[in-house]
Nanobody, 121 residues
Framework: EVQLVESGGGLVQAGGSLRLSCTVS????????VAWFREAPGKEREGLST????????YYVDSVKGRFAVSSDNAKNTAYLQMNNLKFEDTAVYYC??????????????WGQGTQVTVSS
């Protein structure tokens, strides 16, 4: 059974930082990407970034480039999303996912439970 367990969300003031974690278990591949998404109230789920669990190669959408950073720890099967200089508009539920491609949410098969990030202005 594939499981993704997220942690690290919370309440932070604008300008602050948070680090999210996503631990993957049961996924039957060694070379795969973990993708990060977010969903704000009333908005569609938005793809943010991917990180390769084997070599750490990463990709970012323009809206988070320079503020967010992804990394991976292959030994722990854990991916991280470091979020810096957070803005009010970053408030959302954040998800990690595997088993898809190109940050199209509908293409991803396995999802974490989501973690709430709230940025106060």
């Amino acid at each position: 059974e594939v499981q993704l367990v997220e942690s690290g969300g919370g309440l932070v003031q604008a300008g602050g930082s948070l680090r999210l974690s996503c631990t993957v278990s049961g996924f039957p591949f060694e070379n795969y990407d973990v993708a990060w998404f977010r969903e704000a109230p009333g908005k569609e789920r938005e793809g943010l970034s991917t990180v390769n669990m084997r070599d750490g190669a990463s990709y970012y959408v323009d809206s988070v480039k320079g503020r967010f950073a992804v990394s991976s720890d292959n030994a722990k099967n854990t991916a991280y999303l470091q979020m810096n200089n957070l803005k009010f508009e970053d408030t959302a539920v954040y998800y990690c996912a595997v088993g898809g491609y190109d940050l199209h949410p509908e293409e991803y098969e396995f999802w974490g439970q989501g973690t709430q990030v709230t940025v106060s202005s």
